[in-house]
């Protein structure tokens, strides 16, 4: 496995793909530019591992490509995957010390990195980080709760149409696209990492996802690439009418 590389092409706040949605959203230019005074990129291969629970950390983080996974460890050493980083996700909490989960990219990775003392000392400068990142905080309780629900009460079916309806959700927010008709995206989880993260078995994710393609909800191009004909019907299918519990 190769080593954490620090990216060999950083780009500048204005060109940056999840400027509109990461923790700088609100930022002005002077803002900016102070940012780029303590910012760096870190790049990792998918199955690398981000960061170990309980690790010191240094930095904090915006997700700008690729998906990483959140997991906890049971005292018995089962593993539990707990939460998913998409692009825009925040990684790392100011004022915590130590990590609070393992953090492991599942495809290629590129995360745009602060150094801790100084974004903490920027929090304080400028409310416009501190406003943001508390409205990101807030979305994830928000999204915490409503997996809660989604484990605790949803059928199998109702499962793995609502983990599709959060990640086409979040696609379209990224590329600035309504949630709603015809939807395209790419699935960044394997079967096996849906079950994991849905709380069933591998054979019933396959099962379900099989029934969503006969019954015309969702349609397939090899195992990743999904097309969701009218999105309506998707979060008729997921029992939510509404946000699909995770915020765009």
Known sequence: MSKMEIAKHPQSCEGCPIRHRAVCARCEEDELAQLEQIKYYRSYQAGQPIIWSGDQMDFV????????TLTQTLEDGRRQMVGLLLP????????RATAAF?????????????????????????PHIGQRLLEMTLDELDAAREWMLLLGRKTAREKVASLLSIIARRDAGLHLKEASGKIVFDLPLTREE???????????????????????????????????????????VAGDDSDGGMPS
Not at 61 to 68: E, H, L, Q, T, Y
């Open 61 to 68: 983080a915006s997700v700008v490509s690729g998906i990483a």
């Open 88 to 95: 825009s996700d925040f990684v790392g909490r100011p004022g």
């Open 102 to 126: 393992d953090v492991t990219a599942r495809t290629d990775v590129v995360m745009c990195c602060f150094r801790k003392k100084p974004f903490e000392d920027m929090m304080v400068a400028v």
């Open 194 to 236: 849906m079950a994991d993260y849905l709380g069933l078995t591998l054979e019933t994710v396959s099962r379900q996802i099989s029934a969503l393609r006969k019954d015309g909800v969702i349609s397939l191009d090899g195992k990743r690439h999904v097309t969701v004909p009218n999105f309506g019907v998707l979060l008729e």
